[in-house]
């Protein structure tokens, strides 16, 4: 999947690859296994943005595109490119998870931010994270883990009272 547009059939959406994919999926996958293979040695993840319907959404999934392999390479902007401190605070993001089992039941999560995702929010995320892992999970033994196998649901928790995330399972 995640290398070209996808028309999205359940979604009634064209789909392009999520630039953060690469790095995501692996860290999903990591924690499945630390976690003991809790979704199965043969579960799939990837990560894709919604583009919208018809020509429009394919022609914006090939602008996506064009844009992650913009930033693949030695185009990516320079310390101070960034956005500004408005943007960062205005910003926000919705994320939709459909998890599909081998017998077609489906599960969906949506997840929400309340600031830009690649800033603003993700420096709420990793000082929660810091805390949580001091104060809320002492018994974490040594290791390189991933913040869902180390932390789980008492992380979700901090993200939700103190990071301006929400969480909701749509079954």
């Not at 959406?13 to 296994?33: E, K, L, Q």
């Not at 910003?91 to 830009?116: H, K």
């Not at 928790?157 to 995330?165: E, Q, S």
């Amino acid at each position: 999947l995640g290398n070209r547009p996808v028309l999205d059939e359940d979604l009634k959406s064209w789909t392009a690859p999520f630039v953060m994919a690469n790095i995501n999926t692996r860290n999903v996958h990591r924690s499945n296994m630390l976690l003991g293979f809790p979704y199965g040695r043969d579960f799939v993840y990837d990560e894709m943005v919604l583009t919208g319907p018809g020509e429009q959404g394919e022609a914006n999934a090939r602008k996506v595109m064009a844009a992650n392999n913009k930033f693949s390479g030695v185009e990516v902007p320079k310390p101070g490119e960034g956005p500004s401190k408005e943007e960062r605070e205005n910003g926000m993001y919705d994320l939709l998870f459909v998890a599909v089992a081998p017998d077609g039941r489906q599960v969906r999560a949506a997840v929400t931010g309340d600031r830009d995702p690649g800033y603003g929010s993700t420096s709420k995320m990793i000082s929660e994270c810091a805390i949580c892992l001091l104060r809320d999970t002492p018994e974490v033994a040594a290791g390189i883990w991933t913040p869902g196998a180390a932390m789980g649901d008492k992380l979700i928790k901090r993200l939700v009272d103190h990071a301006g995330l929400t969480f909701e399972v749509e079954k």
